[in-house]
């Protein structure tokens, strides 16, 4: 029987997952879907095949959440899927402490553990966890996997992951520990179809989505990466405020009478290209937009990425290649082309017609360095990681 598997990306209010099937020890993709809109008024659930075509679009009622979207979703796939052993699921887990820097295969004293990250990333960990409870409640004998985001990083120098406080908190476990780990790996499977001698040398992978941080690969490991403790530091993100002088948090409490969850809510929900703009989070609208404070917004998010490219082509002791990725990264001709033309001095001469074409090689043959896009596959490399954990041989 043709052995399949699920995988899962939980947020707040949607659910994207997708379902592989397994040949010759390869996940293939086979369907694609998303839940959105759960708890709010009017959700849907949308299913696609691998081209893209929409297989099914139905609304979900006013009380649906998670778990009806999820048991929805799983039997309207299990229907399709005759002749298929359903043989696991595998989820983005955002934080994975100290301890995880492998995948995992899911137990009630592990999604303990994974419990205790919570306050650590409010946004992303309280439902990933959720929906490895619902599938354990549709599907009680189904194995699950969890896939870190921050498992990668475990393994960089132990410099580029302490913060200069007393060591009894770096024995707390507060560490920088990097996010956007799966994307990384992906990346860094493929690096060697587009650029071996990168691949084997130092490259700064940047993953400019909603959320966005950037990773300096040598040889395909992490060493360094912006995100830290919580996914909140190193770049501006869409309504993250990234890097940000400690002190100003001491000031917010002191002086302007904040709770922590006020703060919270500043820092994760309020800041960012939303904060700097007061017009949108998304970038693509502040693009679109001709107000001053749409393009001072992008102006800061290019400075920033600048920045960071400079503090990691340190970190690297050189660098063969710049990888753009995610939803801006692959998208957004305008902030690519800003970010390596203020690169040039790096040696990153920008080929402004290959840019517009949001694929490929960017730079111009000539360039010391060379810049691509590579759209990243999260799904893909948890699909890979599931397979491995529930069949290691
Ligand atoms: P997430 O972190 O939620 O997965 P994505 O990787 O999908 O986010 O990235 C979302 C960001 O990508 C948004 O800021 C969006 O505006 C931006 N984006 C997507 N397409 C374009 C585009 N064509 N031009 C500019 N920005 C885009």
Redesign the pocket.
Known sequence: MTQALLVINA?SSSIKFALYTVAGGAPTPCYRGQADGLGASIGSLQIKDDQGKRLLHEELPESDGHDEALDRALSWLEERLEGHDLIGAGHRVVHGGPEFSHPVRITDDILERLDGFCELAPLHQPHNLRAIHAVARVRPHLPQVACFDTAVHRQQPRVAQRFALPRQYENKGVLRYGFHGLSYEYIASVLPDHDRQAAEGRTIVA??????SMCALHGGQSVASTMGFTALDGLPM?QRCGNIDPGVILYLLQNEGMNAAEIEDLLYRRSG?LGLSGIS???????ESDRREAAEAVEYYVYRAVREVGSLTAALGGLDALVFT??????????RAAICEQLGWLGITLDREANAH?AGRITTTDSRIPAYIIP?NEELMIARHTLRTLDPA
Not at 207 to 212: E, F, I, K, S, V
Not at 326 to 335: D, F, L, S, T, Y
């Open positions: 947020g993953h400019l989505g909603n959320g966005a869409g290209l989070a998304d970038m693509r609208q502040l693009l995610a939803g801006i990264g692959e998208n957004a001709a305008p902030v949001n990243t």
